[in-house]
């Protein structure tokens, strides 16, 4: 089976997580993960890396510290994978959900303009939803596919309706809008480490910051917000949200071939794209200016998706469709879905993603493109 995109287990991964067997050091401290906050920070340039268990804890513990509550909204995109909206609904706060740019399938920010001129309003120098008089402190952008939106423009929006920015850049890794790091724009970034992303821990997140405080409580929350180092005096409700010592030193392993992915990636797409440009109605995921995207998950948009899926799934050829957008999952289909065109159902019901792995072969690449050539 070719996998759609599969770990690369190319480096240092045995050697370090070996190193964890013998020492003893396999749990919840250790080496590896000073290390591997330490190089997901600098690599990022942001100051501070907190690991998680997962991006999903990653994004949570973010909006925990954040205050949110069930009082509240966070405006989030309308295609996303589930964990951005699961992990909004876990502080007990609504997603509010911006619909999908039908070319760049990031946040459509003419949307989100007008939904926060239309409908919110400043109270105590917090964002509000006129209707309810709910508060809405948080939006968090989700970079789709590893591409972004054009985050000069949604920071300025951030700005000026006074929301405070969590970046779910999860599938980001290695994307930059103006030689910036995803992540690196809001106040906090998230990335995930589950198998099928660009560098994999097994399982595993991060939260990266410039704020030390924020980065202190991160830590703070996700180690069951213990405040003696002795004694078993905890002084809030914290989680065990922390990321192992075996994981880590996958990570370490991995992010040190993560430069040699990126370049793969960008191979992948391009050869994806000399083949299939052209070929039936087929198109690509259109870059925002500005944006130098990870190619985490080549994905191709045609009116033959359903054929497509089931022509590639059926050769051994892992192939899977875009996410089912939030507003069409029973959860979620009462909240608040700002849109004009509903973009996010054309792009959901004609995208597909295709075999990607950094350890897929170009003749492999090459019989992925003839079977779908076989269909137009
Ligand atoms: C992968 C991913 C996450 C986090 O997933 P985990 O499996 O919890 O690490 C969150 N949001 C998006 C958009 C993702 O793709």
């Not at 964002?127 to 789709?144: A, F, L, S, T, Y």
């Not at 259109?286 to 990870?294: D, E, Q, Y």
Request: some cysteine; aromatic content about 10%.
């Amino acid at each position: 089976m070719l996998l759609l995109s599969g770990p690369n287990i190319a480096g240092n991964e045995w050697k370090y997580i070996k190193d964890c067997l013998n020492t003893g050091w396999v749990s919840s401290v250790g080496t590896y993960v000073d290390q591997f906050e330490k190089m997901t920070a600098a690599f990022t340039r942001t100051r501070f890396g907190v690991a998680t268990s997962s991006g999903t804890t990653a994004l949570h513990t973010c909006l925990v510290m954040l205050g949110v509550n069930s009082f509240d909204y966070v405006i989030t995109s309308n295609i996303t994978f589930i964990a951005t909206c699961n992990s909004i609904r876990y502080t007990g706060a609504e997603p509010i959900l911006i619909d999908t740019d039908p070319q760049t399938w990031q946040m459509d920010l003419d949307l989100l303009e007008e939904f926060l001129s239309k409908d919110t309003e400043q109270r105590n120098g917090v964002c509000h939803c006129k209707n309810d008089g709910r508060r809405i402190p948080v939006i968090m952008p989700v970079h789709v596919l590893g591409n972004m939106c054009d985050m000069e423009r949604l920071m300025m929006l951030a700005q000026k309706h006074k929301l405070i920015v969590v970046e779910d850049s999860t599938e980001a890794l290695g994307s930059y809008y103006n030689d910036k790091h995803a992540g690196s724009f809001g106040l906090l970034g998230t990335f995930s480490y589950n198998g099928n992303k660009i560098i994999t821990t097994g399982g595993g997140g991060m939260i990266v910051t410039d704020d030390e405080q924020l980065a202190k409580r991160a830590k703070h929350l996700t180690t069951q917000a213990k405040s003696d180092s002795f004694e078993y005096v905890h002084d809030e409700i914290g989680y065990n949200y922390r990321l192992v010592n075996i994981s880590a030193a996958m990570g370490v392993a991995q992010m040190e071939l993560l430069h040699g992915f990126i370049i793969r990636k960008h191979e992948i797409i391009t050869l994806y794209k000399s083949e299939l440009e052209g070929v039936g109605d087929i198109s690509f995921q259109k870059i925002t200016p500005g944006v130098r995207p990870n190619w985490w998950l080549p994905t191709i948009l045609t009116v033959k998706q359903k054929a497509l899926l089931e022509l590639l799934n059926s050769n051994r050829m892992q192939s899977r469709p875009f996410w089912v957008p939030m507003n069409q999952l029973k959860m979620f289909s009462g909240n608040k879905f700002y849109h004009k065109r509903n973009c996010s159902d054309y792009v959901y019901r004609h995208c597909l993603s295709i075999p990607c792995s950094t350890n897929i072969t170009n003749s492999q690449i090459k019989s992925v493109c003839d079977k779908i050539k076989e269909l137009y």
